[in-house]
C-alpha cells in the first residue's frame, strides 16, 4: 500500500472541489462549459472517493487514512484528518450526490450560472471536511463554512419566500453553534489541545480539571448545535421553510448530507467525549426522538405542498437516528448509521423527483396533479421505487437501518421500540397517500397530459440512486462490517459504566 | 569634564533618532506635501502629492523595519522601540498606505483639493507613531494630541456638506474633553506617585500601599481613552461622527488611532496592575459589545451600521483587557491588526460606492449590489464575514483569541455575553450581505469600474483578512513576544 497516497488522499477529496470552483472564477460566462466542468470535478471527486472504501481496512477500529500536521503553533491547531467506517460513508455519500445535484441543476438554474455551481462546489469541499476532521477546530471551521454556500443558494436561487427562509436558516445554526464553540474553547482551555483522539483521552484518564462541574455543560453546548442542524424536535422549525425554499440540488444537500451533519456530531462528539452525560440525558433526548418521529409524520400528513411533506419527513426518518444512537446498543448505533446514509440517498432522490416536477409545473402542490402515471410512466416508477425504498420496504435500503434502530431501541426499552415502529407505519401512510394523489387517478387537469416524460439527463440523475437503493437494501454488509467497529469503539466505553454499575 | 558628561546627556545620540525614526520620516513627508501643495497646479497635485504621500506612508514601513533591529529605549527614557511599539508602527504605517490609496479616487470624484488632506493622514500617522512607542505620560499625551487633532480636521474634509462639518465638531469638542480626562488622570497619577514614566508609575504600584489618588488617575485616563476607542458608556459620538466624516476617514479613524489608543492602553494597564480595574473593564466590555451591537440592529445607513459595529468591537477587544496579562496582550494585538484589516477595506469600498457626495449610504443603495457589481459585493462580503467572525477570515481568528484568553483568565459570564454578542451581530452583517445577493437591482445607482489605487487598497485588504484567517500563527508569535519581553 502506498502510504504517500494514503495519507493525501483526504485532503485531496476534500479540496479537489475547491479548486474546481476556483477555477470556475475565471472561466468564462459561457453556460454549458460550466456545468460540464462541474460534473466533471463532482464526478472526479466521486471517483477518488470510492478509493476509501476500496482500500479500507475492515473490521479495525481507530482511524484510517490519518494525517495530522501542524497548522498553527498557538493555538495549538492541527491539521489532522482521518476516517472511520461512519465518516468514511458520508464522505462517499456527499461525493455521491452532488453530481447527481449537478445533472439535476442542469436546466432549472439558467440566472448566474456561474455562481450557482461555485457556491455548490464550496459548499462540498465545507461538506467533506465536516466529517474527516478529526481536529475540533477544523470540525468547527467546516461546520461553520457549510453555512454560507447553502445559505447562498437558497437566498438567490431559491422560491418566493427564500430571503427569509436563508435568514432564519443562517441565524438558527449560527446560534446553536455558538454554544459548540464555547464548548470546545472551554476544552482546549483546559487540555491545550484541540485533537479529539487526544481530548477523548485526556477525558478518559481524567486528566481534565473541573470536568465533572462542567462536563454537563459541555454535553449540552455540542448537542444544542448537533440538535438544531438534525433538526430534533422542538429545534425544527427552519427546516421545513428552508426546504421548501431551496433550489433542488440544495435541498438534496441540506437533506441528503447537512442533517447528518448533526447525527454524525452527536455520535462521534456527544458520545465520543461525554459517555457518562450521554448515558444520563438519554431519556429526554429519546423522548424528543420519538416525538420528533410521530410530530414529524403526523405534519407531513396534512401537508399540501409536496416538498414540505418531504421535509417533515425527514424530520420523522432524522428521529430514528437520534433514537439508534441514544439506545447505546450495537445494533441501534449500526442502525442508525444505515440510516443517515439511506436517507440520504432516497430523500436526496425524492427531492430530485419533486424538483423535476417543478421544473415542468412550477408549483409543489398536490392538489394540482392527478394521474400522473398516464402522462409519464417512467417517472412515475421512479418515484415509486424511491418512495418504498423510503418508506421502509424489505430489500430496499429504508428497511434495513429502521430495523436495526428499532430492534436496538427495544433492547434498550420496549416502549421506545413500540412508539419508534409506529414511525415505520405513519411514513407509509403519508407518502403512499402522497404517491397515490399524485400519480393514481384520472388526469384532473389537462395540462398534466402534455408534461413530458424523464429525459436522458435526469434518468442518468435517478438510476445511481435507485440502484444504490437497491443495493444497500439487498447486500448490506457492504456497508455495516466497516461500520461495526466504529461503532464498538464507540460504544466501548459504555459498556465500562455498564459493568461500573453493575458492579455498585 | 563634568561639563562634557552634561552635554552628552542632554545633546540626543544617534539611537535616539533610530528610535524615533519612522515619525521623523512620516514628519518629513508631511512637511514636504504641505510645501508642494500651494507651488502646484490644483489639477496636477492631486495626484502627485497623493503618490508623495504613499511613498512617505511606504518609507515610514521601511523605517519601521529598520528600527526594529535597534530595540531599546531612546530620548531619555521617552520612547522604548519593542516588538510591542515595532507591532503598532507597522500596523499604522500600512493602514495610512491603504488609506491613501483608497482616497485617491474619492478626493477627484467628491471634487476636494487633496494637498492638506495627504499631510494631515501623514501627521495623524506620526502621533498615532508614537503614542505606541511613548513610554511617558506627557509625551503620549502630546502625541494623543497630534492624532487627534489630525483626525478633527479630517472629519470635516466635506466641506461643502453640513453634515461633516457637524461630524468635525461634534467630534473636536467631546474628543478634547476626553483629552482633558486623560490629562487630568495623568495629573492625579504625578501626585500619586511622582512620576511621569510609566515603568516608575508601574514600579510604585506594586509597592505595598497604593495612593488612592492612582486608583483615580487611571480610572481618569481609562475613561479618557475609552471616549478615543468608541467603548460605551462613552460611545455617543461615534455614530454621528462617522456618518458625517468622509468615508475614507472613517476607515482611517476607526482603526489607526483605535489602534494607537488600544497601545496605550494595554501599556498602562499592564503597568498599573491596580484591584478593580478588572471590574472596570469587565463593565465597559461588557456594554460596549451590547450596546454597539444593538444599535447596529435597526440602522439603515451603512456608516451608522458599521459605526455601532465598531463600539461593539471595542468591547470584543476590551474583553481582552479583562484577561491580561494572560493571554491578553498577543490577543488584543491581533485584533487590532485584523480590525484594522477588514475595516479599512470595508470604507474602502462604502466610499466607492458612495459617489459624489457621498448619496449612496443607505441600505437599499446597496440592494443587488452582488448583480451590479459582482466582484465589490464579494470582496466587501468578504469582510463582512470577517466582522462576524466566521472561519478562514481574520476577524475568526481575532475573536478565538480574545475568547480563550479571556477564558483562561476564568471571565466565563464575559466570554458568555461576548458569543451571545457575536449571534446578534451576525444578523445586521447578514442584514447587508442579503441585500447585496438577494435582492433585485436598483438601475438608479451607479457602480463605476473600480480604480487602480482602490483596488491596490482592497487587495491589501481582503489579502490580509485572509491571511490572518489561514495563518494566524506568524502574526500571533510575533505578538507573543512582547509579553514575554514585557514580563519582568
Redesign the interface.
Known amino acids: 500500500m502506498s502510504t504517500a497516497l494514503d495519507t493525501s488522499m483526504l485532503t485531496l477529496i476534500t479540496f479537489i472541489p475547491l479548486a474546481g470552483a476556483l477555477l470556475l472564477l475565471l472561466f468564462p460566462r459561457r453556460d454549458r462549459d460550466i456545468r460540464l466542468f462541474a460534473l466533471v470535478v463532482s464526478l472526479l471527486d466521486f471517483v477518488l472517493s470510492l478509493h476509501l472504501p476500496v482500500h479500507f481496512q475492515r473490521g479495525q477500529a481507530g482511524f484510517q487514512y490519518e494525517v495530522n500536521n501542524l497548522?498553527?503553533?498557538?493555538?495549538n491547531i492541527h491539521y489532522h484528518m482521518g476516517v472511520d467506517g461512519v465518516s468514511m460513508w458520508l464522505v462517499v455519500l456527499t461525493t455521491f450526490l452532488t453530481p447527481l445535484c449537478v445533472l439535476i441543476s442542469w436546466k432549472s438554474i439558467h440566472e448566474?450560472v456561474k455562481?450557482f455551481f461555485i457556491l455548490l462546489l464550496v459548499l462540498q469541499t465545507a461538506l467533506i471536511g465536516v466529517f474527516v476532521a478529526l481536529d475540533l477546530f477544523l470540525f468547527?471551521?467546516f461546520w461553520?463554512?457549510t453555512?454560507?454556500p447553502m445559505a447562498?443558494l437558497i437566498?438567490?436561487y431559491g422560491h418566493e419566500r427564500?430571503?427569509y427562509a436563508?435568514?432564519k436558516f443562517?441565524?438558527y445554526t449560527?446560534?446553536a453553534s455558538?454554544?459548540m464553540?464555547?464548548a470546545i474553547?472551554?476544552l482546549?482551555?483546559k487540555t491545550g489541545t484541540f485533537d479529539f483522539v487526544s481530548i477523548q483521552a485526556a477525558i478518559r484518564n481524567g486528566q481534565v480539571e473541573n470536568f465533572t462541574g462542567a462536563a454537563p455543560w459541555l454535553f449540552l453546548g455540542f448537542f444544542v448545535a448537533f440538535a438544531v442542524k438534525v433538526p430534533v424536535f422542538p429545534f425544527h422549525t427552519w427546516l421545513p421553510d428552508a426546504h421548501v425554499e431551496a433550489p433542488t440540488a440544495g435541498s438534496v444537500l441540506l437533506a441528503g448530507v447537512l442533517l447528518k451533519m448533526g447525527t454524525y456530531g452527536m455520535l462521534r462528539f456527544n458520545l465520543g467525549l461525554f459517555p457518562e452525560q450521554s448515558r444520563s440525558n438519554a431519556s429526554w433526548i429519546m423522548v424528543l426522538a420519538l416525538i420528533g418521529i410521530v410530530y414529524g409524520a403526523l405534519v407531513a400528513m396534512v401537508q399540501p405542498n409536496m416538498k414540505k411533506l418531504i421535509a417533515y419527513s425527514s424530520i420523522s426518518h432524522l428521529g430514528f437516528v437520534v433514537l439508534g444512537i441514544f439506545s447505546f446498543t450495537q445494533t441501534g448505533l449500526d442502525g442508525a448509521t444505515y440510516v443517515m446514509l439511506a436517507h440520504g440517498v432516497s430523500t436526496g432522490a425524492l427531492f430530485m423527483l419533486a424538483g423535476i416536477l417543478y421544473e415542468r409545473r412550477h408549483t409543489y402542490e398536490i392538489a394540482e396533479f392527478g394521474g400522473l402515471a398516464t402522462p409519464m410512466p417512467v417517472y412515475a416508477t421512479f418515484f415509486l421505487f424511491i418512495v418504498l425504498a423510503s418508506v421502509g420496504l424489505p430489500l430496499l435500503n429504508g428497511f434495513i437501518g429502521e430495523f436495526l434502530v428499532l430492534s436496538g431501541a427495544f433492547r434498550d426499552r420496549a416502549v421506545y421500540g413500540i412508539l419508534g415502529a409506529t414511525g415505520v407505519i405513519w411514513s407509509a401512510c403519508y407518502l403512499l397517500w402522497m404517491y397515490q394523489r399524485v400519480f393514481y387517478g384520472k388526469v384532473t387537469d389537462s395540462v398534466n397530459l402534455a408534461l413530458p416524460d424523464l429525459s436522458g439527463r435526469e434518468r442518468a440523475a435517478l438510476w445511481p440512486a435507485a440502484a444504490v437503493a437497491l443495493v444497500m437494501g439487498v447486500a448490506p454488509l457492504l456497508w455495516l462490517n466497516a461500520i461495526d467497529p466504529a461503532v464498538q469503539s464507540v460504544l466501548a466505553p459504555f459498556a465500562q459504566l455498564a459493568s461500573k454499575m453493575v458492579g455498585r | 569634564m563634568s561639563s562634557a558628561n552634561d552635554i552628552a546627556q542632554v545633546i540626543p545620540q544617534a539611537a535616539d533618532y533610530v528610535r524615533i525614526l519612522p515619525e521623523i520620516v512620516l514628519a518629513i513627508f508631511g512637511m514636504v506635501v504641505m510645501v508642494l501643495d500651494p507651488l502646484m497646479d490644483e489639477r496636477r497635485s492631486q495626484r502627485m502629492l497623493g503618490i508623495i504621500a504613499l511613498v512617505g506612508a511606504l518609507a515610514a514601513l521601511v523605517a519601521t523595519l529598520f528600527q526594529s533591529q535597534y530595540p531599546g529605549l531612546g530620548f531619555w527614557n521617552m520612547v522604548r522601540v519593542d516588538s510591542f511599539s515595532v507591532f503598532f508602527h507597522f500596523l499604522i504605517a500600512a493602514v495610512t498606505a491603504v488609506v491613501i490609496l483608497a482616497s485617491y479616487e474619492y478626493m477627484e470624484v467628491q471634487k476636494i483639493r487633496a494637498g492638506e488632506y495627504y499631510a494631515l493622514v501623514l501627521f495623524g500617522a506620526l502621533g498615532m507613531s508614537l503614542m505606541s512607542s511613548a513610554v511617558e505620560l506627557v509625551l503620549i499625551f502630546i502625541a494623543l494630541e497630534i492624532s487627534s487633532i489630525s483626525t478633527y480636521i479630517l472629519a470635516g474634509f466635506r466641506r461643502r456638506a453640513a453634515i461633516s462639518s457637524e461630524s468635525s465638531v461634534k467630534y473636536f469638542l467631546l474628543g478634547s474633553f476626553a483629552t482633558a480626562f486623560f490629562l487630568y488622570g495623568v495629573a492625579l497619577m504625578f501626585g500619586a506617585t511622582g512620576s511621569t514614566s510609566i515603568t516608575v508609575i508601574g514600579d510604585a504600584l506594586r509597592s505595598e500601599r497604593i495612593p488612592i489618588l492612582a486608583y483615580v488617575g487611571v480610572a481618569f485616563m481609562f475613561v479618557g481613552l475609552g471616549f478615543k476607542v468608541a467603548a460605551a458608556p462613552f460611545h455617543v459620538w461615534t455614530p454621528d461622527v462617522y456618518e458625517g466624516a468622509p468615508s475614507p476617514v472613517v476607515g482611517f479613524m476607526s482603526t489607526a488611532p483605535k489602534a494607537a489608543v488600544f497601545a496605550v492602553l494595554l501599556r498602562i494597564m499592564f503597568e498599573a496592575d491596580a484591584p478593580g480595574r478588572l471590574w472596570l473593564i469587565w463593565v465597559v466590555a461588557a456594554l460596549s459589545m451590547t450596546l454597539g451591537n444593538i444599535g447596529a440592529l435597526v440602522q439603515d445607513n451603512v456608516k451608522r451600521l458599521l459605526a455601532y459595529s465598531s463600539i461593539a468591537h471595542a468591547g470584543y477587544l476590551l474583553v481582552a483587557f479583562a484577561a491580561l496579562p494572560n493571554n491578553g496582550i498577543?490577543a488584543a494585538m491581533f485584533y487590532t491588526a485584523s480590525y484594522a484589516a477588514m475595516n479599512v477595506g470595508a470604507f474602502a469600498v462604502i466610499s466607492h460606492i458612495g459617489g459624489e457626495g457621498e448619496r449612496f449610504v443607505t441600505l437599499e443603495d446597496y440592494e443587488g449590489l452582488?448583480?451590479r457589481s459582482?466582484l465589490l459585493a464579494a470582496i466587501l462580503t468578504i469582510f463582512l464575514?470577517s466582522l462576524i467572525g466566521?472561519?478562514?477570515t481574520g476577524g475568526f481568528f481575532a475573536k478565538?483569541?480574545v475568547?480563550?484568553a479571556a477564558?483562561?483568565a476564568n471571565l466565563v459570564g464575559l466570554?458568555?455575553i461576548g458569543?451571545?454578542n457575536?449571534?446578534v451581530a451576525?444578523?445586521y452583517y447578514?442584514?447587508l450581505i442579503?441585500v447585496m445577493?438577494?435582492?433585485e437591482a436598483r438601475e438608479e445607482v451607479p457602480v463605476s469600474p473600480i480604480p487602480l489605487g482602490l483596488g491596490a487598497a482592497l487587495a491589501i485588504s481582503v489579502a490580509a483578512t485572509i491571511y490572518l484567517g489561514v495563518?494566524?500563527?506568524r502574526v500571533?508569535?510575533y505578538a507573543?513576544r512582547t509579553a514575554a519581553e514585557w514580563a519582568r
Open positions: 497548522w498553527v503553533t498557538n493555538p448566474r455562481e468547527y471551521f461553520e463554512a453555512l454560507i447562498l437566498g438567490i427564500r430571503v436563508a435568514v443562517f441565524l449560527m446560534v455558538m454554544f464553540l464555547a474553547l472551554w482546549y482551555a | 498577543p452582488g448583480r459582482p464575514l466566521i472561519p478562514i478565538f483569541y475568547f480563550s477564558l483562561q466570554v458568555i458569543v451571545l457575536s449571534a451576525s444578523y447578514l442584514r442579503v445577493y438577494m435582492r495563518l494566524p500563527g500571533l508569535d507573543a
